[in-house]
């Protein structure tokens, strides 16, 4: 594939124009608007004071997340998921908040619920990494706003996480895939990390084709240099010091 055929004119290690715009939500504790190109993702984040029956006397808390695409975020209407029904949706929910829980110490937190909600309003490749990347935002927002007002003693944040695509295409190794890319990618792999380089999830798959471990390793490479670009957006939206 031709690096001027790629959308903005990009390079093969280059990622789309990001944009992480916090606080786009009234009512809520916490919120982010991430654009990954023509990707937006609308995040929020409510504190609740309770946790799950399972997790009550253990003193810590909860970190969950929520994921639906609207209706109009695709080309074609996409049908509201019934709760009960929620496949894709909900194997990209687990992601999400499996991802923020590695960066949140849930004792520090105390018996308190966070639900990050992630709605796409329109779609374009890469939902579920835009999705992990602006939760994290909305995330430091409410913890931030609630000990400002005395409600948690400290920021129970460790760390910031983020997440983004990488991929072959037409054999060549691609960073951030749009979804024309994504739609006929021979290898589709998604890597969310840390902002100190380590790996929270690797997604990986071949898709009609078989890759190799030095490709695989390649790919983990683009992958990572995004999220170090990544996490200096998050930094420069929520002035985060880890």
Known sequence: MPESSRSYRRAANEMRPVKLTPAVMKNADGSCLAEFGDTRVLCTATIEDRVPDWRRGQRAGWVTAEYAMLPASTGRRTPREQRGRKGRSMEIERLIGRSLRTVVDLYKLGELTVTCDCDVIQADGGTRTASVTGAWVALHDALAAWAAAGKLKKLPLTGQVAAVSMGMVD??????????????????????????????????????????????????????AGIERLVALQREATGFVG
Do not use: C, K, W
């Open 171 to 224: 054999g060549q190794l691609l960073l951030d895939l749009d979804y024309p890319e994504d739609s006929h990618a021979q290898v589709d792999m998604n890597l969310v990390g840390t902002a100190d380089g380590r790996i929270v999830e690797v997604q990986g798959t071949g898709e009609r084709v078989a890759f190799d471990r030095s490709q695989m390793d390649a790919l983990l490479d683009l992958g990572q």
